[in-house]
C-alpha cells in the first residue's frame, strides 16, 4: 500500500511569487485535505477535495486554491506569495466509505520558505 | 481560531515513567482523534474516540473522553525514547455534507523521554 506522498520537500520562495505544492493520496482514498501548520503550532485546515471539488475550506484567502485530479493526486496552489504564508504544508487523505470517523493519512510536507 | 488546548505544552519523563497529556476543546464533536509527530515530519494517526466512547485502549495508549467536560487525556504507559514527539488532539466536526478531511487541531505537547 503506497502512502501519502508530497512534493517537493523544501522550497524557497520570493515574496510575491507564485507556488504549486503536489500530493499523490494513498491508494483507495478519494478525499484529500490540506493543512497549514506554522513553527510551533498545530496544523490549520485550508480546504479539502472530494470528487474533484472543494468541498469545506478554513479561514484562508481566495489566494490559496486548489485542485484535485481524477486519480485523486491534488495541488495546492498559492499566489501573491507573503512571508507570514511559511510554514509547512501538510496533504492528508482519507477513504470515505468509513465516513465521518475516517483518520487522516499525512505525508511528510512541504517546508516552505518566503523570503 | 484553535478549538483543542493541549496541556501541558511541554513534558519531560524519564523511560519507563508514563505520560499522560490533556486536550480541551469548545464545540460538540463527532470524534476526537490523537496524532504524533516526530521533528516537522508528517502526523501519525495514533487512535480515534467517538462521541459516545469514554475509552480506548490501543498497544500501550488509553484515551478517554468526557464529553460533559469536553476534554481528553492520552495516556501512555512504559514510555520508550521513541516516544519522543508531539502530541495532538484533533476534533472532528459534523459541519454538514462530507467533512470528512476537517479535522481542528490543538497546539500540541512535546514530550521528551529520557533513556
Known amino acids: 500500500e503506497t502512502g501519502v506522498t508530497q512534493s517537493p520537500t523544501h522550497l524557497i520562495k520570493t515574496r510575491g511569487q507564485q507556488v504549486t505544492l503536489r500530493c499523490s493520496s494513498q491508494?483507495?482514498?478519494?478525499?484529500v485535505s490540506w493543512y497549514q501548520q506554522a513553527l510551533g503550532q498545530g496544523p490549520q485546515f485550508i480546504f479539502q477535495?472530494?470528487?474533484?471539488?472543494?468541498?469545506g475550506r478554513g479561514n484562508f484567502p481566495p489566494r490559496f486554491s486548489g485542485l484535485q485530479f481524477p486519480n485523486y493526486s491534488s495541488e495546492l496552489n498559492v499566489n501573491a506569495l507573503e512571508l507570514d504564508d511559511s510554514a509547512l504544508y501538510l496533504c492528508?487523505?482519507?477513504?470515505?466509505?468509513?465516513?465521518?470517523?475516517?483518520?487522516?493519512?499525512f505525508g511528510n510536507g512541504t517546508r516552505l520558505t518566503v523570503t | 481560531s484553535q478549538q483543542g488546548e493541549e496541556d501541558p505544552q511541554a513534558l519531560s519523563i524519564q523511560e519507563g515513567e508514563n505520560a499522560t497529556m490533556n486536550c480541551s476543546y469548545k464545540t460538540s464533536i463527532n470524534n476526537l482523534q490523537w496524532y504524533r509527530q516526530n521533528s516537522g515530519r508528517g502526523l501519525v494517526h495514533l487512535i480515534l474516540i467517538r462521541s459516545n466512547e469514554r475509552e480506548k485502549h490501543s498497544g500501550r495508549l488509553r484515551v478517554t473522553l468526557d464529553t460533559s467536560k469536553k476534554s481528553s487525556s492520552l495516556l501512555i504507559t512504559a514510555s520508550r525514547a521513541a516516544d519522543t514527539a508531539s502530541y495532538f488532539c484533533a476534533t472532528g466536526i459534523n459541519a454538514g455534507g462530507t467533512s470528512y478531511g476537517k479535522l481542528t487541531f490543538g497546539q500540541g505537547t512535546i514530550l521528551t523521554v529520557h533513556p
Open positions: 492528508a487523505s482519507s477513504p470515505t466509505h468509513q465516513g465521518l470517523h475516517s483518520p487522516l493519512h
Open positions: 477535495y472530494y470528487r474533484e471539488e472543494e468541498n
Open positions: 491508494s483507495g482514498h478519494n478525499t
